[in-house]
C-alpha cells in the first residue's frame, strides 16, 4: 500500500484512495483500543479476522436488501469499498442492558433477553468526536449541529433496527446472542446514505447462547484473555452456517 495514498487511519483500519475511483481500501488493523484510547494492545490476526467476520456481515444484509459500502474483500485484512462521507453520529442498538447503558442509568445487567429492562430493541445516537468521549446526543442535538435533517433522522433509525432483525437471526443460527452493537452511515457520491465501517466483534456485543461467554471486545475491555482466540470462534461458526 503507497503511504501518499493514506486517506485516513483510525484506531481500527487505516483507509487508502484509489486514484481516478469512488473506492477506497479499508486495511483492518491488529490494534485493540478501548476506554477511548486509553488502554490500547494489539493481538496478531486480529484485523484479519474482523475484516472477514465484517465482509460476511456486509454480504448478509447486501443479501437482505441493505445498502453497505462493502465492495468485496481483496484479502484477509483487506476490504474494497465505495467511498463515502461519515456522519459523525455513532448508531447503538441494543437488545439487552449491559455496557454503558446499566451505569448511566443504574441499573443492574441482565443476561437472557427475557430479563433485560428493554421492552423492545433500543437505538441511541452519539456524538463521534474523541475530544469530546463520543457523547450521547439526542436528535434535537442532531438537528441543531446540522449533523443530520430529521427525515434522515428516520432513515438511521429505522434501516439500524431492519439491520438488528437480520443480524439477530444471523448470530443466533451460529449459537450467539447479538447483545448491542454500532453501526456508522455515510453519504456515497449521490448523496444516499449507506452503512460503512466495520460490523465486527470490535463493534458489538456477542455471548454464546448457551454459556453466555463473551465472545467481543469486552474480553480485551475486562481482561478476560485473548480476543482473537474468541472472534476466531466467530468466524468459524459463521463459516459454517
Ligand atoms: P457501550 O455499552 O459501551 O455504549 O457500547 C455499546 C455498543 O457499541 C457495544 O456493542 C460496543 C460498541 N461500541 C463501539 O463500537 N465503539 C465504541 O467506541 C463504543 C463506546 C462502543
Ligand atoms: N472504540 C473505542 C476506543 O477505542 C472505545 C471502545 O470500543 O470501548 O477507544
Redo the contacts with the bound molecule.
Keep these: 500500500m503507497q503511504s501518499q495514498n493514506l486517506l485516513y487511519e483510525g484506531k481500527g483500519k487505516r483507509l487508502y484512495k484509489i486514484d481516478n475511483t469512488d473506492t477506497l481500501l479499508s486495511v483492518f488493523k491488529d490494534d485493540l483500543t478501548a476506554f477511548?484510547a486509553q488502554k490500547k494492545s494489539s493481538e496478531k490476526g486480529k484485523g484479519s479476522l474482523n475484516c472477514q467476520i465484517s465482509s460476511q456481515i456486509f454480504k448478509i444484509l447486501e443479501s437482505k436488501n441493505i445498502k453497505t459500502h462493502f465492495i468485496q474483500t481483496l484479502n484477509d485484512n483487506t476490504m474494497l469499498c465505495k467511498k463515502v462521507q461519515i456522519i459523525p453520529i455513532?448508531v447503538?442498538v441494543?437488545n439487552i442492558a449491559?455496557?454503558?447503558?446499566i451505569k448511566r442509568l443504574g441499573i443492574a445487567e441482565s443476561l437472557i433477553i427475557k430479563d433485560t429492562p428493554l421492552r423492545q430493541p433500543l437505538v441511541e445516537f452519539y456524538y463521534k468526536d474523541d475530544a469530546l468521549g463520543?457523547p450521547i446526543i439526542t436528535d434535537s442535538h442532531c438537528l441543531m449541529m446540522n449533523l443530520i435533517t430529521s427525515e434522515e433522522i428516520k432513515i438511521l433509525k429505522t434501516i439500524a433496527l431492519q439491520v438488528n432483525e437480520i443480524l439477530q437471526e444471523y448470530f443466533d443460527r451460529a449459537g450467539l446472542n447479538l447483545?448491542?452493537?454500532?453501526l456508522e452511515f455515510g453519504r456515497d457520491k449521490d448523496n444516499t446514505i449507506i452503512l460503512a465501517d466495520e460490523i465486527s466483534p470490535?463493534?458489538?456485543?456477542l455471548w454464546d447462547k448457551v454459556t453466555h461467554k463473551k465472545m467481543?471486545?469486552d474480553i480485551f475491555r475486562q481482561n478476560l484473555g485473548s480476543v482473537t482466540s474468541a472472534y476466531k470462534e466467530v468466524l468459524e461458526r459463521l463459516n459454517n452456517l
Design positions: 477511548n455513532e447503538v441494543r449491559t455496557g454503558s447503558l463520543d447483545i448491542d452493537f454500532k470490535d463493534s458489538c456485543r467481543d471486545k
